[in-house]
C-alpha cells in the first residue's frame, strides 16, 4: 500500500505560480513512478506529469510542457509539481497518483483544488 497526501492548492490569477506537493508513505519506492493527474468540472481526469522514483525521467502532458515541472526529494519523499504562467484553464483538482508506469497508477491521493481566475 501507498498513501498519498496532497498540499498546495489554492486560488491564483492568471500569469501566477502555485507549487503542490505529494507526500508518500508506505511500501518502497525503488520501482514507482510518481504522476500527477487532475479533472476540471464536467471533464474526464486527465494525465498531467510522472517521474520515476529512481530515474531522472520526467513525463509532461502537452498542455503543460514548459509550464509545469515535477520534481522529487527522496529524503522527503515527497514529490512536486511547479505550476508557473498558470491559466483559467489549469483549474482544476489535482491528483497524485503512484503506480509502476506513467499514467497507470494504482494508488490516489484525495487530490487538491487548484482555480485559477482572469
Known amino acids: 500500500q501507498v498513501q498519498l497526501v496532497e498540499s498546495g492548492g489554492g486560488s491564483v490569477q492568471a500569469g501566477g505560480s502555485l507549487r503542490l506537493s505529494c507526500a508518500a508513505s508506505?511500501?518502497?519506492?525503488?520501482?514507482?513512478?510518481l504522476n500527477w493527474f487532475r479533472q476540471a468540472p464536467g471533464k474526464e481526469r486527465e494525465f498531467v506529469a510522472a517521474?520515476?522514483?529512481?530515474?531522472?525521467?520526467?513525463y509532461y502532458a502537452a498542455p503543460v510542457k514548459g509550464r509545469f515541472t515535477i520534481s522529487r526529494d527522496s529524503a522527503k519523499n515527497t514529490v512536486y509539481l511547479q505550476m508557473n504562467s498558470l491559466k483559467p484553464e489549469d483549474t482544476a483538482v489535482y491528483y497524485c497518483a503512484a503506480g509502476v508506469g506513467v499514467a497507470r497508477p494504482d494508488y490516489w491521493g484525495q487530490g487538491t483544488q487548484v482555480t485559477v481566475s482572469s
Open positions: 508506505g511500501r518502497t519506492f525503488n520501482n514507482i513512478v
Open positions: 517521474i520515476g522514483w529512481n530515474s531522472s525521467n520526467r
